[in-house]
């Protein structure tokens, strides 16, 4: 079974500093999305990973995956107060290409 | 954006009763998806499917049931609510299952009392 997991849970951080949230599953994967929800708000798409070694960047935001060490990283530059949201990883197994698996979120909070 | 539409966008139901979420999709995602939210354990998929009238269990299925007759819209049942079912529901879809994001509804919040 598919297991995904984020660290940290909740991650409260100054602006302009610097930060990593990562996101661990458990099986073979060579794919892996990115979301963002807003409170009380859908979710929006940030970045598609798809191959190993891929590295995809939007303004403060960096994602890149590691399909051998079953890693994804998304760092954060420089915060600001609009990036406080909650931050979604999700991963879908590739022999079994139809599930997609949620970590459990990171909560992001920016202050001044 | 994908035009995914949930209904209703809230709703209170007595334990017991069956309750029927609906999420609409005008893309013609071959895609769809169910997930609950609540706090602590992110999103967890309750069912999904891969095509009309072909669906298949997510991590979370017991006490949901799903159908799909139409391309468009993906039906989540509670056959008897509980207080435990009470959550956040997103529908989701997506175009094919490789390489694609999935889009997401606006939500649904459903209260059992």
């Known amino acids: 079974e598919l297991k995904v997991e984020q660290n940290p849970l909740f991650l409260s951080m100054q602006e302009g500093k610097n930060y990593t949230i990562y996101c661990n599953y458990s099986t073979t994967s060579d794919r892996l999305y990115w979301y963002r929800q807003d409170p009380g708000k859908s979710l929006e798409s940030l970045f598609v990973l798809l191959s190993n070694g891929a590295v995809k960047q939007e303004g403060r935001l960096m994602a890149s995956l590691d399909t051998k060490a079953r890693l994804s990283t998304l760092h954060i530059t420089a915060a600001v107060h609009d990036l406080s949201a909650t931050y979604f990883c999700a991963v879908e197994r590739s022999r079994n290409t139809d599930k997609l698996i949620f970590g459990t979120g990171t909560r992001l909070q920016v202050f001044p | 954006d994908a035009g995914i539409t949930q209904s209703p966008r809230h709703k209170v139901t007595e334990t017991g009763t069956p309750v029927t979420l609906r999420c609409h999709q005008t893309?013609?995602?071959?895609?769809m998806y169910w997930y609950r939210q609540d706090p602590g354990h992110g999103l967890r998929l309750i069912h999904y499917s891969y095509g009309v009238k072909d669906t298949d269990k997510g991590e979370v299925s017991d006490g949901y049931s799903v159908s799909r007759s139409k391309t468009e819209d993906f039906l989540l049942t509670l056959e008897s609510a509980t207080s435990s079912q009470t959550s956040v529901y997103f529908c989701?879809?997506?175009?094919?299952?490789?390489?694609?994001?999935?889009?997401f509804g606006q939500g649904t919040r459903l209260t059992v009392v």
């Open positions: 989701a879809s997506r175009t094919t299952a490789m390489n694609t994001e999935a889009f």
């Open positions: 893309e013609n995602h071959r895609y």
